[in-house]
């Protein structure tokens, strides 16, 4: 049994920033990665944003790269999704996952969070 709650989502300017924090609990991980992802009505759910268990290793969709900034905090087992220069086309509820490995496929992670929705207004 694992759970992943998404949170920091709201609304905000183009050009404005925002922090997500996605909060694992139920069992400890280990050697996973973790993983964001963003849906928008009417579009396949995409990936933004993966994160090996060691934070080495990170990997960004080419229409986030040097926007956002993804990171991991082990201690507490959560991921967070620094979000800056944010443009209207980044609104999305945006969800969390967790993985055994970073990967830009959603079907390689196993563990998803219900979301939180980011809306971005000119």
């Known amino acids: 049994q694992v759970q992943l709650v998404e949170s920091g989502g709201g609304l905000v300017q183009a050009g404005g920033s925002l922090r997500l924090s996605c909060a694992a609990s139920g069992r400890t991980f280990s050697n996973y990665a973790m993983g964001w992802f963003r849906q928008s009505p009417g579009k396949e759910r995409e990936f933004v944003a993966a994160?090996?268990?060691?934070?080495?290793?990170?990997y960004y969709a080419d229409s986030v790269r040097g926007r956002f900034t993804i990171s991991i905090y082990n201690a507490k087992n959560t991921v967070y999704l620094q979000m800056s220069s944010l443009k209207p086309e980044d609104t999305a509820v945006y969800y969390c996952a967790v993985g055994k490995r970073a990967a830009s496929v959603a079907s390689q992670y196993n563990y998803w969070g219900q979301g939180t929705q980011v809306t971005v207004s000119s």
């Open positions: 994160i090996s268990w060691s934070g080495a290793s990170t």
